[in-house]
């Protein structure tokens, strides 16, 4: 699978376990997944949504901040 053809999307680690969270302009909500970077079918709510075909990459940019 050549993975440079597909949409890249910033995630950040949303709980302890380090599982990511994407925000999906087409869906205009977060969606939620494993915590492996990568290519990743879509959670699109959206038909119109390009990424229902292709899925996309995510790369965890933002590291969770502890809270104590």
């Known amino acids: 699978m050549v993975l440079s053809n597909y949409p ?3 995630a950040f680690e ?3 376990r380090g599982d990511l969270s994407v925000y999906c302009t087409f869906c205009k909500v ?3 997944h494993s ?3 990568g290519h990743k079918s879509a959670h699109c709510t959206n038909d119109e949504s390009p990424y229902l ?3 996309y990459i ?3 940019t933002f590291k969770r901040i502890s809270n104590g």
């Open 53 to 55: 075909k292709t899925g």
């Open 58 to 60: 995510i790369k965890k």
């Open 30 to 32: 977060f969606h939620h």
């Open 14 to 16: 949303r709980n302890e």
């Open 35 to 37: 915590s492996d970077d």
């Open 8 to 10: 890249v999307l910033e």
